[in-house]
């Protein structure tokens, strides 16, 4: 199976800052990566695919870049919504995979 | 609307059974493909089982082939989960969730499932 290494677990930022989350792949993917986030006591919601195709009614401060092992979700200018766990998953074959997850709280 | 909704799930004993049921509106379900995904409390997402939208193809995690069967009803726009010789390890939340190219654009808010003596 397909690992993916997420990076950093948890970090600790403030309003309008940047933060960067990485993903990768223990074995080339292609562009077979979605993001997602997850707020607490809720389902996932999917923010990105493909690596870096933005979902319909995702704000644009959130973008996708990377292919083959190496993947970064970053988020421009943070928002008090955003405050949440950060998944990514790979849908190059199965079994599927997810990242263990990266929690963004406020600083 | 466009909504999953999952049921089915309480508390069961190791060695038990339970089928969940995942109820699709405001979509076509029977033109897609669906998951199950799993989330153990306070731990992260794990992709249980897939089936394509006729159930032609059916994939499974190691950790319950053999053990979860997926089906699903067309006519009644229902995805099923049958979960038989349950460990304590299954104990989660169970999402359904809509496939497009095998990631997950649209999930169900869950139901928890709970393996304890």
């Known amino acids: 199976a397909i690992q993916l290494t997420q990076s950093p677990s948890s970090l600790s930022a403030s309003i309008g800052d940047r933060v960067n989350i990485t993903c990768r792949a223990s074995?080339?993917?292609?562009?077979?990566l979605a993001w997602f986030h997850q707020k607490a006591g809720m389902a996932p919601k999917l923010l990105i695919s493909d690596a870096s195709t933005l979902q319909s009614g995702v704000p644009s401060r959130f973008t996708g870049s990377g292919s083959g092992t190496d993947f970064t979700l970053t988020i421009s200018s943070l928002q008090p919504e955003d405050f949440a766990t950060y998944y990514c998953?790979?849908?190059?074959?199965?079994?599927?995979?997810f990242g263990a997850g990266t929690k963004v709280e406020i600083k | 609307q466009v909504q999953l909704v999952e049921s089915g799930g309480g508390v069961v004993q190791p060695g038990g059974s339970l089928r969940l049921s995942c109820a699709a509106s405001g979509f076509a379900f029977g033109y897609y493909a669906m998951h199950w995904v799993r989330q153990p409390p306070g731990k992260g997402l794990e992709w249980v089982a897939f089936?394509?939208?006729?159930?032609?193809?059916?994939f499974y995690a190691d950790s319950v082939k053999g053990r979860f069967t997926i089906s699903r009803d067309n006519s009644k726009n229902t995805l099923y989960l049958q979960m038989n010789s349950l460990k304590t390890e299954d104990t989660a939340v169970y999402y359904c969730?809509?496939?497009?190219?095998?990631?997950?654009?649209?999930w169900g808010r869950g139901t928890l499932v709970t393996v304890s003596s």
């Open positions: 074995q080339d993917i292609r562009t077979d």
């Open positions: 969730a809509k496939d497009h190219h095998w990631y997950f654009d649209l």
């Open positions: 089936m394509r939208f006729d159930g032609s193809e059916k």
């Open positions: 998953q790979q849908f190059d074959n199965f079994p599927l995979t």
